[in-house]
């Protein structure tokens, strides 16, 4: 019994000393991959074990609202929103990657030519060297843009805009 007690008194330590942003990943004998924010358990059997800590991973764009619903008869009013300093844009070329039928792709590079940002699109149908960069990437989909050091999959407004006022 008392050996009991200071196991769990020795597991209740060992819990409190992990770091609250480590991310933890195992394999187990049986080849399922687990991930938590606490460690494996001693109890089994692990192939390998990998920790992951904030700074492994690149800062995550800010979180998007809610998307408002669509009423064709209701009018939309502007909210206030708090004045921010501006930022500097982007100085360098977005490379996209897109294909002739994707929508979202055009309204990515629609969104860049109204804002006379300067962009280069590859077509990767049409470009097999591009279609090469593209996986090269990571690129699963389309449109892929690259800003600075930066990599986007899919289309989002507010997405591609905090990537570039906050790019190097």
């Not at 990998?50 to 669509?70: G, I, L, M």
């Not at 708090?82 to 994707?102: H, I, M, N, Q």
């Not at 590079?109 to 077509?123: F, G, T």
């Not at 389309?142 to 407004?157: C, E, F, R, W």
């Amino acid at each position: 019994m008392p050996v009991r007690i200071l196991l769990a008194f020795v597991a209740l330590l060992l819990s409190f000393s992990s770091a609250g942003a480590e991310m933890y990943q195992w394999v187990d004998e049986s080849g399922v991959v687990t991930f938590k924010d606490t460690p494996p358990p001693a109890s089994k059997k692990l192939k390998r074990v990998k920790v992951y800590n904030d700074s492994d991973f690149a800062p995550a764009p800010p979180e998007q609202t809610a998307p408002a619903t669509r009423s064709s008869k209701s009018t939309v009013t502007p909210t206030s929103q708090p004045a921010t300093p501006k930022k500097e844009r982007f100085s360098g070329t977005v490379e996209l990657y897109v294909t002739d039928w994707c929508g979202y792709c055009k309204k990515a590079q629609n969104y860049l030519k109204s804002r006379n940002i300067p962009y280069v699109a590859y077509d990767i149908e049409k470009d097999s060297a591009a279609k090469q960069r593209h996986r090269e990437l990571g690129g699963q989909g389309v449109p892929l843009i690259i800003i600075g050091s930066n990599k986007m999959s899919g289309y989002s407004q507010e997405t591609l805009e905090y990537y570039l006022y906050n790019s190097k």
